[in-house]
């Protein structure tokens, strides 16, 4: 005998979880969006802007971690790897400290998604700086990208897309490295 009732429990359940899901992949796309926002507001030295930005993404991004089974879905995490990314970026810009992933409410592997992410938006700040004859900042940059790096050699990441981002960071690490040898060599840093 067929149950016809269960059947109708099992499409009521996976209607429920298609419309959470959807729900959930919408909402990314608005925290992806204002943590690109954000980097670009950064960039362009607009900290306010980028705060406030990343203020909303904070409370949407609560929002949906609440929400059963969330994590799960992969636009999620790419949100909260990039809203990490923002959050880092921004802390350096204004000369703080890296907020941790329990300030930020984040796994270990979306947050060190985010670090080295990070490592990208500090080669092009480091290469815009130079660009603007601002030396010292470029040098900063590599220096700190270098301590960055020096961390997460401590680590054994996998054949990942985490791996992958960190194989990243040491081409980062190698564009500044060069450019900073390059400015030496040029005489405009000692």
């Not at 802007?49 to 636009?75: D, Y």
């Not at 301590?147 to 680590?155: D, G, S, T, V």
Request: aromatic letters at 8%; glycine letters at 6%; hydrophobic letters at 40%.
């Amino acid at each position: 005998m067929v149950d016809k009732n269960m059947f109708a429990r099992l499409r009521k359940e996976l209607a429920a979880q298609d419309a959470m899901r959807e729900e959930v992949i919408k909402d990314s796309r608005g925290i992806l969006k204002s943590a690109k926002q954000a980097i670009y507001a950064v960039h362009r030295g607009d900290t306010t802007k980028a705060e406030r930005l990343l203020k909303s993404a904070a409370t949407q991004l609560a929002r949906l971690s609440k929400k059963k089974g969330s994590e799960s879905i992969g636009a999620l995490g790419d949100a909260q790897e990039e809203y990490v990314e923002a959050r880092l970026y921004l802390a350096f810009a204004q000369d703080k400290p890296l907020p941790t992933p329990q300030t930020l409410r984040v796994g270990a592997e979306r947050y060190l998604a985010g670090v080295c992410d990070l490592v990208g938006e500090l080669v092009r700040a480091g290469i815009n700086a130079s660009i603007k004859e601002d030396y010292a900042s470029a040098k900063h940059i590599k220096d700190f990208v270098a301590r960055i790096y020096e961390e997460l050699l401590q680590f054994d990441f996998r054949n990942s897309s985490l791996r992958r981002k960190f194989d990243a960071t040491k081409y980062g690490l190698d564009k500044l490295e060069d450019l900073v040898y390059d400015l030496k060599l040029r005489g405009k840093l000692s």
